[in-house]
């Protein structure tokens, strides 16, 4: 019997700067199978094909279709699109305008419905998680050319990328907000222009982002349910990732040193060093606060992490020290993703991981004046791939409270549909940070979940999983450009509303490091699939041979294990995953994805 390597190539290239792009998303400033019989799913994404009728195009819409053969550098048809400038009021010539690019799917299920996403910041462009994270097209970090990309979100569903809040890309006008709120409002009047120009009235809508979308995300979809608008508002599920959703505190320092000890491998920090950072996670009172309420019930709520009985500044600033330190060990550190190391590869956005790199001779894709001509851009402005000046009006930035607090619970509550996602290799916010956050929010008249997560997040194997498909002579090159994991990838809970999973091997950008995860995320969203934990195949590739349920064992990966002790806390532990392996067959070959054994805890 011969045995297959399942690999997948998740290292992107990043280094030390000001790191605008970095921080701000997140609001923070520096310191071998036989060939298959089933290719549903390449055939159909990766193949030449007949473009179908447009679905949107019409008289007012007329002004802002695309050519999808006329997009630089992009040498395969993209299929229907829309972009360009539409205003956030009634007065359809207002200066402030926000900037969209819209694929309507060819997906039959797609019917009645229309997906939002939304890079975060605060500032930075939504184009970046379509060029590189879940857009038609992918252009990667060191990448020759732009591909196809078989993971892209409108297969499913219609998906308008949006650049917002003002000041956001080529969104024009000046930015007066001062908090989510107000930002939400702009959003709404935006929206409501963008729902009569496509004639979307009565469509679900589902809402997903990003990073400081964890802010973005949760209060556009509250302001629209409290609308209570159906014809345009009609808000039935949000998927945020790595998301910004609670206080910063608690969603970096609290949790940075166990997240180095963890990844020690990586993090090879000296002993002095690491005993310094030791001694101010236990002085702080970092260990015993994760010890205590990293529980599942939680005892209760949480004390302040900023002010009066909250953390020093000096506790707070932990993660910069041990962020800072890193770069002597590895120069080309990716906050993004910690198994990144050197060289640096060029990005055709111009910040690969943690670094603001543009060689000479080069621009930023989105500011060529042939790239604004093909997408009805403003010529006169400079793109950039984060705001260079501050999107929220006056000092201090954004004023709003965390979208934890209530926002976030309000859709759960109203939807029970909300996932959100954590890449395990992200430290620019840390997966126990986010269940920290979790552990303190209330939602369906409970505080937190009241079991540990331990349950197995699946990926169907699919054309692109397998390496002699892959590999075998004659394939589409285009092919190893987009191969994707499959198995068992993590771990996923789901209790009153909320789905929270998380996803090995995945640096922040989820949908950029493990694509065809977040394409199983997304048809969890949108009712296609039951659960994450589902052995069902892809619904884009639905006769390929899956694996049963009864193998699967528990989630893999370090997030779901309560850090108590690790720290010396004598916090009740939740279940640790076990050393689970998973098999399929196929035709006689074998294909095995062994779980993860935790050593010590995170």
């Known amino acids: 019997m011969k045995w297959c390597t399942l690999a997948s190539a998740l290292l992107s290239a990043a280094g030390l700067t000001e790191a605008r792009r970095s921080l701000q998303h997140v609001g923070r400033k520096s310191p071998i199978l036989p060939r298959s019989p089933q290719h549903a799913f390449t055939d159909h994404h990766l193949a030449p094909r007949q473009s179908p009728k447009p679905k949107f195009a019409n008289s007012n819409t007329t002004s802002y279709a695309v050519n999808g053969t006329g997009i630089p550098d992009v040498d395969f048809d993209v299929g229907e699109s829309y972009s360009g400038l539409l205003s956030i009021t009634e007065d359809l010539n207002a200066a402030e305008k926000l900037f969209f690019w819209f694929f309507p799917s060819t997906n039959q299920a797609a019917e009645k419905e229309i997906t939002i996403w939304l890079n975060g910041g605060p500032g930075c462009s939504s184009l970046e998680g379509l060029i590189q994270e879940n857009g038609p097209f992918l252009w990667q970090y060191g990448t020759y050319k732009p591909v196809p990309n078989p993971w892209s979100w409108h297969h499913l569903t219609n998906i308008v990328y949006i650049e917002q809040p003002v000041g956001t890309g080529f969104a024009t006008g000046n930015a007066t907000i001062t908090d989510e709120e107000e930002l939400a409002a702009q959003f709404l009047g935006f929206w409501r222009n963008f729902v009569d120009l496509f004639a979307l009235q009565g469509y679900k809508v589902y809402v997903t982002g990003e990073s400081y979308a964890g802010m973005y995300c949760p209060y556009i979809a509250s302001a629209m349910l409290d609308a209570r608008d159906e014809t345009y508002y009609n808000v039935s599920g949000m998927l945020i990732y790595d998301p910004s959703i609670g206080e910063d505190a608690v969603q970096t320092s609290a949790v940075v040193v166990p997240f180095a000890d963890y990844f020690a491998n990586l993090m090879p920090f000296n002993n002095s060093f690491s005993a310094a ?40 600033d932990l993660f910069n020290t041990v962020f800072a330190a890193q770069f002597s060990l590895n120069p080309c550190f990716d906050i993004y993703q910690v198994a990144t190391t050197c060289p640096l590869l060029y990005d055709v956005l111009g910040f690969p991981g943690s670094i603001d790199y543009q060689p000479a001779g080069t621009q930023p894709y989105f500011n060529r004046t042939d790239v604004k001509k093909a997408i009805h851009a403003p010529l006169e402005t400079t793109w950039t791939s984060c705001a260079s000046k501050p999107v929220f009006a006056g000092k201090g930035g954004d004023r709003s409270e965390p979208s934890s607090f209530r926002k976030l619970p309000r859709v759960i509550d109203a939807t029970h549909n909300v996932i959100i996602g954590h890449g395990l290799l992200d430290m620019v916010l840390i997966a126990n940070g986010t269940l920290l956050t979790i552990q303190n929010m209330t939602w369906g008249g409970q505080r937190g979940f009241q079991s540990a997560p331990s349950d197995p997040f699946y990926v169907p194997y699919h054309s692109l999983s397998l390496a002699d498909d892959i590999y075998a002579e004659g394939t589409d090159p285009t ?37 065809s995860a977040a394409f199983r995320h997304l048809e969890v969203l949108l009712g296609r699939v039951e659960s994450l934990s589902s052995v069902r195949a892809f619904t884009t590739e639905p006769g390929y041979p899956q694996v049963e349920a009864k193998t699967l064992g528990n989630g893999t990966g370090p997030s779901m294990v309560d850090m108590s002790a690790a720290q010396g806390g004598q916090g009740k532990k939740g279940n640790p995953p076990s050393n689970a392996a998973t098999a399929m067959s196929v035709g006689g070959w074998v294909v095995a994805g062994l779980g993860a054994v935790v050593l010590f805890q995170l």
Do not use: W
């Open 479 to 515: 092919k190893l450009a987009t191969m994707a994991a499959a198995g068992v990838l993590g771990t996923t809970h789901t209790e009153r509303g909320l789905t929270y999973v998380t996803v090995d091997l995945s640096g922040h950008m989820v949908p950029q490091y493990a694509p």
């Open 277 to 316: 950072i030791h001694e101010q996670h236990q002085s702080c009172g970092f260990a015993n606060y994760s010890a205590k309420y990293l529980q599942y019930p939680p005892p209760g709520p949480q004390p302040p992490s900023s002010g009066l009985g909250g953390f020093s500044d000096e506790c707070s």
